[in-house]
């Protein structure tokens, strides 16, 4: 599994950023997916999930500004990004993982290919 995001950069706080993950999966509908990312200093984190089936599930601090969704066709991950406020800025990464119960479990980090760099200024 090869995983390549991108769509990061720097925008102003209550700016909008899109993010899409490329996928190199020969199955990539049967895949549960997801967006983590990490600041410096901070644990990651999940940000959004979705499932095959596409049921999504968001962290607290994003829900009802991000959009997480998929285009199987494509074999592509999206992460719509609104609102975006200062503690937003990360580095997000797309992954692959089980989405069981509503609860999604990522694959081990060093299976998630090099992230993208979002930074949100005030």
């Known amino acids: 599994v090869q995983l390549q995001a991108s769509g990061g950069g720097l925008v102003q706080a209550g700016g909008s950023l899109r993010l899409s993950c490329a996928a190199s999966i020969s199955t990539f509908s049967s895949y549960d997916l997801g967006w983590s990312r990490q600041a410096p200093g901070k644990p990651r984190e999940l940000v959004a999930a979705?499932?095959?089936?596409?049921?999504?599930k968001y962290a607290d601090s994003v829900k009802g500004r991000f959009t997480i969704s998929r285009d199987d066709a494509k074999d592509t991950v999206y992460l719509q990004m609104n609102s975006l406020k200062p503690e937003d800025t990360a580095v997000y990464y797309c992954?692959?993982?089980?989405?069981?119960?509503?609860?999604?479990?990522?694959?081990?980090?060093?299976?998630w290919g090099q992230g993208t760099q979002v930074t949100v200024s005030s």
């Open positions: 992954n692959t993982g089980t989405y069981y119960s509503g609860s999604y479990f990522p694959s081990s980090f060093d299976s």
């Open positions: 979705i499932s095959s089936g596409g049921s999504t």
